[in-house]
């Protein structure tokens, strides 16, 4: 039995978000005797968004990429799960309000990740299809066996609109789903789809910058092209989009494609809940912090992830917002959290470069290491990057469904999941 004293000095924490850093950090204090612990996340999953595309191209189920909340914390003594989405911050009486109720906290951390960012066109928020979510991903999934369904009663002209797919945005989102995308047409669509002409079908990616995979080194990029048009992506690089109305895209150079369908992957930002002050807000859109994590002027409210910004003299615009950068920023928080128990001082982040990696297709990737400086392609970096993304996966169960439906597909060349659920669809229809 806890005395009165114990339960006084046992802190709650707070985390908003249970994408990689809050989880971790949840994790991490999990049956930690000193601190209580309530994780509150709008969904009551955790979705593993680096293999989003694949579910929207209908390789992996939507359950393979998610893992119930509940279910990792069924045991814990000191971790609280509730669904709910955050609407406002009262930093300083130490509350939150969510969709389901208000809380009170001792420490507060913000895990909140990023949103797409259509810099401020809401023509583009309007028709194009985001894939910042695994039900964003089905959708796009949806979109596009509904197209090809249509396309068998439409018209020539019309055929050609609703097969052709824009991919704004040539990061590692916009590379990896144009080359599934172009694998399926070359593998799949043309046996589940007799009727239509897949020839007709343009791919198209493109990229405001001069290369893709910017973050990545020149021989990466060059590689990543190389592959996408090898597979038959119309690559765009120095094309920046001006408007899109849901059938015409106008470009900057007053050119234009006709598409249906547009997947908007051109950028993200931090996704702040309201009660930040705008002090504390970077350019970028993301909450300040110090190498502890702090928020600017705050003890007890910290941020992490995608939604955090530090700034330091080698990273400037702050530090990439990747998977491994969320994960390591929690396990900090999580030993400092242990410090404070000790009286002992807090540790700085310290960010370690990682490296780099991203898919085209089968046998066609391209990582570059840090550690050594080296970059590779092939068939080597392609089984690196597989091996990295089921070893990140959350649960046994789905690593081993990833991995034999990966199998699968090297296998047969098929897609196994081409489900159409048309209650889905968010978007207006689009102007044919
Ligand atoms: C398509 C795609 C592919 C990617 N591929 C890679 C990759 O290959 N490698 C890599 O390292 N990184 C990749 N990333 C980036 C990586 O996913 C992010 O850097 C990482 O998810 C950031 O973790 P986070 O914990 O900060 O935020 P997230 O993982 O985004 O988690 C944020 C959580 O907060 C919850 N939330 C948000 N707002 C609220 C609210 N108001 N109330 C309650 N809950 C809320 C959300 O539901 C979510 O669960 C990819 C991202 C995308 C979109």
Same mark, same amino acid.
């Given at each position: 039995?806890?005395?009165?004293?114990?339960?006084?000095?046992?802190?709650?924490?707070?985390?908003?978000?249970?994408?990689?850093?809050?989880?971790?950090?949840?994790?991490?204090?999990?049956?930690?005797?000193?601190?209580?612990?309530?994780?509150?996340?709008?969904?009551?999953?955790?979705?593993?968004?680096?293999?989003?595309?694949?579910?929207?191209?209908?390789?992996?189920?939507?359950?393979?990429?998610?893992?119930?909340?509940?279910?990792?914390?069924?045991?814990?003594?000191?971790?609280?799960?509730?669904? $709910?989405?955050?609407?406002?911050?009262?930093?300083? +009486?130490?509350?939150?309000?969510?969709?389901?109720?208000?809380?009170?906290?001792?420490?507060?951390?913000?895990?909140?990740?990023?949103?797409?960012?259509?810099?401020?066109? $809401?023509?583009?928020? @309007?028709?194009?299809?985001?894939?910042?979510?695994?039900?964003?991903?089905?959708?796009?999934?949806?979109?596009?066996?509904?197209?090809?369904?249509?396309?068998?009663?439409?018209?020539?002209?019309?055929?050609?609109?609703?097969?052709?797919?824009?991919?704004?945005?040539?990061?590692?989102?916009?590379?990896?789903?144009?080359?599934?995308?172009?694998?399926?047409?070359?593998?799949? !669509?043309?046996?589940?789809?007799?009727?239509?002409?897949?020839?007709?079908?343009?791919?198209?990616? !493109?990229?405001?910058?001069? @290369?893709?995979?910017?973050?990545?080194?020149?021989?990466?990029?060059?590689?990543?092209?190389?592959?996408?048009?090898?597979?038959?992506?119309?690559?765009?690089?120095?094309?920046?989009?001006?408007?899109?109305?849901?059938?015409?895209?106008?470009?900057?150079?007053?050119?234009?494609?006709?598409?249906?369908?547009?997947?908007?992957?051109?950028?993200? @930002?931090?996704?702040?809940?309201?009660?930040?002050?705008?002090?504390?807000?970077?350019?970028?859109?993301?909450?300040?912090?110090?190498?502890?994590?702090?928020?600017?002027?705050?003890?007890?409210?910290?941020?992490?992830?995608?939604?955090?910004?530090?700034?330091?003299?080698?990273?400037?615009?702050?530090?990439?917002?990747?998977?491994?950068?969320?994960?390591?920023?929690?396990?900090?928080? *999580?030993?400092?959290?242990?410090?404070?128990?000790?009286?002992?001082?807090?540790?700085?982040?310290?960010? +370690?470069?990682?490296?780099?990696?991203?898919?085209?297709?089968?046998?066609? *990737?391209?990582?570059?290491?840090?550690?050594?400086?080296?970059?590779?392609?092939?068939?080597? $970096?392609?089984?690196?990057?597989?091996? !990295?993304?089921?070893?990140?996966?959350?649960?046994?169960?789905?690593?081993?469904?990833?991995?034999?439906?990966?199998?699968?597909?090297?296998?047969?060349?098929?897609?196994?999941?081409?489900? !159409?659920? #048309?209650?889905?669809?968010?978007?207006?229809? #689009? @102007?044919?």
């Amino acid at each position: 039995m806890s005395t009165e004293n114990e339960i006084q000095s046992i802190k709650h924490i707070v985390i908003i978000g249970a994408g990689f850093a809050g989880l971790k950090l949840a994790r991490k204090l999990n049956n930690h005797p000193s601190y209580k612990i309530t994780l509150i996340d709008k969904n009551n999953y955790h979705q593993f968004q680096p293999l989003f595309y694949q579910v929207a191209m209908a390789n992996l189920d939507a359950s393979n990429i998610s893992f119930p909340l509940r279910n990792i914390f069924q045991k814990s003594k000191n971790v609280t799960i509730r669904v $709910a989405t955050v609407t406002n911050i009262n930093a300083e +009486i130490n509350t939150l309000e969510t969709s389901n109720g208000d809380f009170t906290y001792d420490y507060l951390v913000i895990a909140t990740g990023a949103v797409t960012n259509y810099f401020g066109n $809401a023509s583009i928020e @309007k028709y194009c299809f985001p894939m910042k979510s695994t039900w964003e991903a089905l959708e796009i999934r949806n979109i596009l066996l509904t197209h090809f369904e249509e396309a068998i009663a439409a018209d020539n002209a019309n055929t050609k609109k609703l097969l052709s797919v824009v991919i704004v945005g040539g990061g590692p989102t916009g590379v990896e789903l144009s080359g599934a995308l172009a694998e399926m047409k070359i593998d799949t !669509l043309p046996l589940e789809y007799p009727e239509l002409d897949f020839t007709e079908m343009k791919i198209y990616l !493109l990229e405001g910058s001069a @290369k893709l995979l910017s973050a990545m080194s020149e021989a990466s990029s060059l590689k990543a092209n190389e592959y996408l048009q090898k597979l038959g992506v119309t690559v765009m690089l120095n094309t920046i989009v001006k408007d899109y109305n849901g059938s015409q895209i106008l470009l900057q150079d007053a050119t234009s494609i006709e598409s249906t369908f547009v997947i908007w992957a051109a950028g993200v @930002k931090g996704n702040i809940p309201k009660g930040i002050k705008t002090d504390f807000i970077s350019k970028s859109h993301q909450i300040k912090t110090d190498s502890f994590h702090r928020v600017i002027s705050k003890e007890n409210i910290f941020a992490l992830g995608d939604v955090a910004f530090i700034e330091s003299d080698l990273y400037p615009k702050g530090y990439p917002q990747l998977a491994s950068v969320a994960i390591d920023q929690a396990q900090n928080l *999580a030993n400092n959290f242990l410090r404070l128990v000790k009286n002992l001082p807090l540790v700085p982040y310290q960010y +370690i470069n990682k490296g780099s990696m991203a898919t085209v297709g089968r046998n066609k *990737a391209v990582v570059d290491l840090a550690i050594p400086k080296l970059s590779f392609h092939g068939f080597f $970096a392609w089984f690196i990057w597989m091996t !990295l993304h089921l070893f990140l996966l959350i649960g046994f169960k789905n690593r081993l469904i990833v991995f034999i439906n990966w199998i699968y597909k090297y296998i047969t060349h098929r897609q196994s999941l081409a489900l !159409l659920f #048309p209650s889905i669809n968010s978007k207006p229809e #689009p @102007k044919i």
